[in-house]
């Protein structure tokens, strides 16, 4: 055999080994071991959280020492928070890839919970956007509890005093996702036509109303028991799935928000306009490669044809949150709530996201 075919199966081996390597040490999952808990100095609060990947009984709600702000931090009381599926992917850590950012073997963040709503208890010194008393909602870590620390520069702003608690909750990540898969990574324009695959979940739900508002022609793809309900948030077409095929519809789009990914790029591509756009926002479930497989199909495919082909990683942040709590204080978006669960039933709340059936979201009344 000659050299170079030395060298390349020796460097292909050492590649593959590696390979192997960091899949092995990403999939392992220590046991769950309780980090400390409240010190007993200060006043305690309730909080969800994560000392290991697993299931929803892995999920504990444990005593812990009640947050203080630092000088650009604001403590707000929760009212209210809402499951979101990021939620049961990071307590399980899954697709393993993402264990590289959350926590080899267990998470480094305990913490759980992302959307919240609720009441400022108190500022820091340097903080004059929010006082005591304001209600406000947004996103942060360590949501599943009664009290979350929110930097006040961050994705954290006032609540429209028209709006519940519940329904300001339900908004953080999921009607960011929507507002920006359409607006940023979508480019629609008013007169467009838009599918909204997945448009009785979270964010589909909230992806009809904001393409009304962008003044798109929306069609939205359900179940049979959601078509209604689509229907009424303003969709002007909506595909039963269980009864028709939209990429065998004939009809073609501007824009296509995929929130489950159970048809081909090719298939999509039947029903997309020339110089359209496809948004994947969700896809197929797995540990490996499932949901890997979408986005790198994209990346291959998009150089040789013209029209756009993205993944969207919504980003929370103030001017959105704005935006959105503008449209609710208008009347304009509602959030469409599937079910409500009590503090204490928050793995059940998680385990009812995770079957992926919820239409709409799903709340926790913190509070009560």
Aim: glycine fraction near 10%; include cysteine; hydrophobic fraction near 45%.
């Amino acid at each position: 055999m000659k050299l170079r075919y030395k060298i390349l199966n020796s460097i292909l081996g050492v590649l593959i080994l590696a390979i192997a390597c960091l899949g092995y040490v990403i999939s392992q999952t220590d046991d769950c071991v309780p980090i400390a808990g409240a010190t007993g100095e200060r006043p305690v609060m309730q909080a969800v959280v994560q000392y290991c990947y697993g299931s929803p009984e892995d999920l504990q709600t444990v005593s812990v020492d009640k947050p203080v702000p630092a000088d650009d931090e604001v403590l707000v009381r929760v009212a209210a928070a809402s499951v979101n599926p990021l939620d049961w992917h990071y307590m399980r850590g899954s697709p393993y890839i993402m264990r590289l950012g959350s926590g080899l073997g267990a998470p480094k963040d305990p913490r759980f919970g992302v959307d919240f709503a609720g009441t400022i208890e108190s500022a820091g010194q340097n903080v004059t956007e929010f006082v005591p008393g304001d209600e406000v909602f947004g996103g942060r870590s360590g949501a599943f509890a009664e009290y979350v620390l929110v930097p006040a520069d961050r994705a954290i702003v006032k609540k429209p005093a028209s709006v519940s608690f519940e329904q300001a909750a339900a908004v953080p990540i999921a009607a960011v996702t929507a507002l920006q898969a359409l607006r940023d990574s979508g480019k629609l324009q008013a007169g467009q036509k838009v599918l909204i695959n997945g448009a009785s979940g979270g964010v589909g739900t909230f992806a009809v109303q904001i393409a009304k508002l962008m003044g798109a022609h929306v069609s939205g793809v359900c179940s049979s028991r959601n078509v209604e309900m689509v229907k009424s948030i303003g969709a002007d077409h909506v595909f039963d799935y269980t009864r028709e095929d939209y990429t065998q519809s004939g009809e073609e789009y501007d824009l296509i928000v995929d929130m489950v990914g159970n048809h081909s790029l090719l298939s999509n591509r039947q029903v997309l306009k020339d110089d359209g756009v496809y948004v994947m926002v969700g896809g197929p479930a797995g540990d490996w490669v499932g949901p890997l497989i979408g986005p790198v199909k994209m990346l291959l495919l998009d150089p040789f044809v013209e029209q756009d082909f993205n993944k969207i990683l919504a980003q929370l942040n103030k001017d959105d949150l704005a935006t959105i709590a503008g449209y609710m204080s208008a009347g304009q978006v509602t959030a469409v709530i599937d079910s409500r669960f009590a503090f204490g039933e928050i793995p059940a709340a998680i385990e009812h996201s995770e079957n992926g059936h919820a239409r709409g979201k799903i709340i926790i009344n913190v509070a009560n």
